[in-house]
Structures are given as C-alpha cells and as structure tokens.
C-alpha cells in the first residue's frame, strides 16, 4: 500500500462528513445532469413530433406584390410541392 493510499484512508477516518458531503455532492451533480439531457432529448422528440404531424413548410417567401401567374410559375419547377398564393 502507498503513502499516498494510506494518507486517503486516514483522511476518510478522520473527516467522514467530509467524505459524505462530496459523495453527495457528486451523487447530485450526475443526477441533474442525467435529468438535464433527459428533457433535452424529450424537447427534441416533442419538436420532431410536431413537425411531422402540422407538416410546416420548409420556408415561406413573403412578397408585397407579384402578378398571379408567378405561383404557375413555381409550382412547375422541379422537387416544388405545394405553392400558396394569397
């Protein structure tokens, strides 16, 4: 056993309080970390989720005015689905 074992198990004997507080202390910083990347994840899923099921758009163009036939225009250019003119 080295010195240095020996001065850990002494120091162990000696301050337990010491020893617990950070037991502790360590205990509760992997629990809320743990907690923390849990609602990360779930945030994530519910966001994916709600993408799929209101089917956004991937991006909107707003435009003050343009001429009617633009919205032909773009629906025939190739890998558009959906064109909306107001």
Do not use: C, H, W
């Not at 709600?50 to 707003?62: G, I, P």
């Amino acid at each position: 056993m080295t010195k240095l074992n020996l001065k850990l198990i002494r120091d162990l004997k000696f301050s337990p309080l010491v020893f617990l507080g950070i037991t502790v202390l360590i205990t509760v910083g992997i629990a809320l970390f743990g907690a923390s990347y849990e609602l990360y994840m779930d945030l994530e899923r519910s966001y994916a989720l709600s993408y799929r099921k209101l089917n956004m758009a991937d991006f909107t163009v707003q435009l003050q005015s343009a001429p009617g036939e633009v919205v032909n225009i773009l629906r025939n250019i190739p890998g558009v689905r959906d064109v909306e003119g107001r």
